[in-house]
């Protein structure tokens, strides 16, 4: 049994309500038309969803373009290291051959403190790459890579400042 449907019509100007029950070709005219506004609507959603990505994205790299990108500066203890000094191969952690770049500014680091494969300026030493670890750099204490054992022993023990370039 079939309950009969009913429309309301609000008339604004008398502030009152008409009720009146409606036919079965108003019912589904009144079902497409509510089909067809639902499909209208999420067509809209769809759209503006796609729209707003679009706009996230394009807001993003505007950003990336034009903020600066932020350096960070530690104080750190640096020592330096030659390959025979290390005991190892010449091959840092990151890969790079030193016995086929004996002139590479190359540090090590405590990777949680700079990340590898940084690229970093050190107070005295230069702009170098954080490309090794050691198992006595921990926390804010570096390594520089230097050719020759004299170079070790001039640079010695110091305190310096290390920034860690955002390239």
């Given at each position: 049994m079939n309950k009969p449907i009913y429309t309301i019509v609000a008339s604004f100007l008398s502030a009152s309500l008409l009720i009146h029950p409606i036919s079965d070709d108003q019912k589904r005219e009144t079902n497409d038309t509510n089909i067809n506004n639902i499909d209208t609507i999420k067509n809209f959603q769809t759209n503006e969803t796609r729209k707003t990505r679009v706009d996230e994205k394009q807001i993003d790299v505007e950003q990336l373009n034009n903020i600066k990108k932020e350096e960070t500066t530690l104080t750190v203890t640096a020592t330096a290291y030659?390959?025979?000094?290390?005991?190892?191969?010449?091959?840092?952690?990151t890969g790079i051959n030193l016995n086929e770049n004996p002139n590479a500014k190359v540090i090590a680091v405590d990777p949680n403190?700079?990340?590898?494969?940084?690229?970093?300026?050190?107070?005295?030493?230069?702009?170098?790459?954080?490309?090794?670890?050691?198992?006595?750099?921990?926390?804010?204490?570096?390594?520089?890579?230097?050719?020759?054992?004299?170079?070790?022993?001039?640079?010695?023990?110091?305190?310096?400042?290390?920034?860690?370039?955002?390239?």
């Open positions: 030659t390959i025979e000094s290390a005991g190892g191969s010449g091959i840092t952690k403190v700079i990340p590898l494969h940084s690229k970093v300026y050190v107070e005295g030493y230069g702009y170098a790459i954080a490309g090794d670890t050691g198992g006595a750099i921990k926390g804010n204490k570096i390594d520089l890579y230097v050719p020759s054992e004299k170079e070790a022993f001039d640079w010695g023990v110091r305190t310096v400042k290390v920034t860690i370039l955002n390239s």
